[in-house]
């Protein structure tokens, strides 16, 4: 398959790391994110240090609240996975407070972090994504299950890392599936399996990088193979010419449609006729050693510190 680098970026917008002002770089949290989120902040708080930025790290919206009210920071560099950091509620304290902020705004970020309003917003501009139903507590999820044939995933709609995820090839695995799903906050998805391969695309700034084909050791791509196993393979760009343009294209699409800010990464497959199908899009994506954001913009030739720095540069208006 012939694998197309795609063109370098635009130059960057800001060359010196005063312009930034005193940095809070926001990690950590209550969620089941937490330890990833404490990887990929240490990861960002690094990168952005190196490069001359006074930055510090502050654990959770109480702590940067406490912060902010003292006017100790001048912006935000937002790496809360899940839950406040992704919902709109931090967006909107920022926002009242007057400070500037990386990544999307309120509107996107809920939409984003609910993946069935993101589906929802897709659908409508005709983009594609696996077919759903949305499980309510007492629904009769073996009638779903008829309704949307087997094999299909369900998964809470509020959260990320593979966290609460399930794939149900029969009957009989349904009701640990929605057990596991309804531990966690929010509706559940019932999702239709799509076979084939796993992918994902970065976006910085509305652009779309070069796609990732995510190849796990075992069966599935889920929270072992994302943070712990080192034998997953990410194939990048994972795409030939074509494909690269297509996925892109509707990478952009989505991120624009959900009203994204700043960056975000989206998830999709690709089915066995090469047919893609979106899954969600995160508004904060993962920092870490294993994450798959900084492989997408390597091959833009963006190494980990220059990526931390365009993110940075973003919360700046005037200069994205």
């Known amino acids: 398959m ?7 970026v635009s130059p960057m917008k800001i060359d010196d790391p005063a312009a930034f002002g005193r940095v809070a770089v926001l990690m950590g949290g209550i969620t089941s994110e937490r330890e990833v989120s404490l990887d990929s902040g240490r990861n960002v708080l690094e990168a952005l240090r190196a490069r001359g930025v006074s930055a510090e790290a502050v654990d959770g919206v109480p702590n940067l609240l406490r912060e902010l009210q003292d006017k100790q920071f001048d912006r935000v560099f937002n790496i809360l996975h899940g839950g406040d950091g992704e919902s709109g509620v931090l967006q909107g304290l920022l926002e009242a407070l007057g400070v500037p902020y990386t990544g999307s705004g309120v509107l996107g970020s809920a939409l984003s972090l609910d993946k069935i309003r993101a589906k929802q917003v897709w659908l409508s501009m005709g983009l594609p994504t696996p077919r759903y139903l949305r499980l309510a507590k007492g629904d009769d999820v073996h009638a779903a299950a008829r309704d949307l ?6 998964k809470p709609s509020l959260e990320g890392s593979s966290v ?4 149900v090839f029969s009957d009989a695995d ?3 599936a929605v057990e596991l799903a309804a531990r966690y906050p929010g509706e559940l998805l019932m999702e239709q399996l799509i076979e084939g391969g796993e992918y994902t ?5 509305g652009q779309a990088l070069a796609s990732i084909h995510i ?6 791509y889920d929270y072992h193979a994302k943070y712990v196993a080192d034998d997953t393979q990410y194939i990048c760009p994972g795409l030939d010419e074509s494909g690269e343009a297509e996925a892109r294209a509707q990478a952009e699409r989505a991120f624009a449609g959900l009203d994204l800010k700043g960056w975000a990464r989206v998830d999709f497959m690709r089915d066995r006729d090469g047919r893609n199908w979106l899954l969600e899009a995160n508004t904060a994506p993962g ?5 798959l954001m900084p492989k997408s913009a390597a091959a833009f030739g963006i190494d980990f510190e220059e990526l931390c720095w365009r993110i940075l540069e973003t ?3 005037e200069a994205s």
């Open 201 to 205: 695309i970065a976006v910085l700034d």
């Open 2 to 8: 012939s694998k197309q680098i795609p063109a370098r």
């Open 315 to 317: 919360s700046i208006p």
């Open 149 to 154: 044939g087997l094999p299909l995933i369900i």
């Open 287 to 291: 920092m870490t050693s294993h994450s």
């Open 174 to 176: 349904l009701e640990a």
């Open 164 to 167: 609460g995820v399930s794939r």
């Open 215 to 220: 190849v796990p050791a075992g069966e599935y």
